[in-house]
């Protein structure tokens, strides 16, 4: 089975500061592994994924996450982060035969101006 | 593109009341999903369909049933509300059963039991 662990449940940072959300995971096989945003009153959308290769990934937006299998974590992080970054973060986790992922509490960003 | 559209965006039910969510998405996706957030617990899946006809629960199926009406909908029912089912729902999607775990968001409904 496969679980995701978000360290953080609430991460406040002034504006243009940077970020970092983390995020660990554990499963024997291998795996794929998202980072979704979810803006006020509204639905998920995917921020970013691992599915293969280049274990950094990056956003449109100024995100990246790195895939580091050693230390099973998927980290999230920005260099400089605006007010309209505030959300709730979610780490997922899919693969070794279940499709459906499984997702973290969430972590919620907070930047103050 | 609507993508995935659940109705109603928000509800307030008795105790004991019966109720039934809609969701619908035009993306041609095999596989539709019911999830439930509630503070601090993130999201935990209710029930899913992982193609048209089949159905299967999740981690906290008890006191709700869904339906695979077609390939596009997707509906979950309560039968008899409790005051534990206040929760926001959301609705997903995603291409194939084989898919890589990518899925795609309603807006999600509000729910309140009194």
């Known amino acids: 089975a496969q679980s995701v662990t978000q360290l953080d449940s609430q991460v406040p940072v002034f504006e243009e500061a940077p970020v970092e959300l983390r995020c660990n995971y554990s499963?024997?096989?291998?795996?794929?592994l998202f980072w979704y945003v979810q803006y006020p009153n509204q639905g998920l959308q995917l921020l970013l994924k691992?599915?293969?290769?280049?274990?950094l990934v990056e956003s449109i937006n100024g995100f990246e996450a790195e895939f580091n299998k050693s230390q099973t974590s998927f980290h999230l992080r920005k260099p400089s982060v605006h007010i309209s970054d505030t959300a709730e973060y979610f780490c997922?986790?899919?693969?070794?035969?279940?499709?459906?992922?499984?997702f973290g509490r969430g972590t919620s960003l907070i930047v103050h101006p | 593109n609507a993508g995935v559209t659940q109705t109603p965006k928000f509800q307030v039910l008795k105790t004991g009341q019966s109720m039934t969510l809609q969701c619908a998405q035009d993306?041609?996706?095999?596989?539709m999903y019911w999830y439930r957030q509630d503070p601090g617990m993130g999201l935990r899946l209710i029930y899913y369909?992982?193609?048209?006809?089949?159905?299967d629960k999740g981690e906290v199926p008890n006191g709700y049933n869904v339906s695979r009406l077609n390939k596009r909908e997707f509906s979950l029912r309560l039968e008899s509300a409790a005051p534990s089912q206040t929760s926001v729902y959301f609705c997903?999607?995603?291409?194939?059963?084989?898919?890589?775990?990518?899925?795609?968001f309603g807006e999600g409904s509000r729910l309140t039991v009194l």
């Open positions: 997903a999607s995603s291409e194939t059963a084989e898919n890589t775990g990518e899925l795609f």
């Open positions: 499963s024997s096989v291998s795996v794929y």
């Open positions: 691992y599915l293969s290769g280049s274990t």
């Open positions: 997922a986790v899919s693969g070794g035969g279940s499709y459906i992922p499984t």
């Open positions: 993306m041609n996706h095999n596989s």
């Open positions: 369909s992982a193609s048209e006809g089949t159905t």
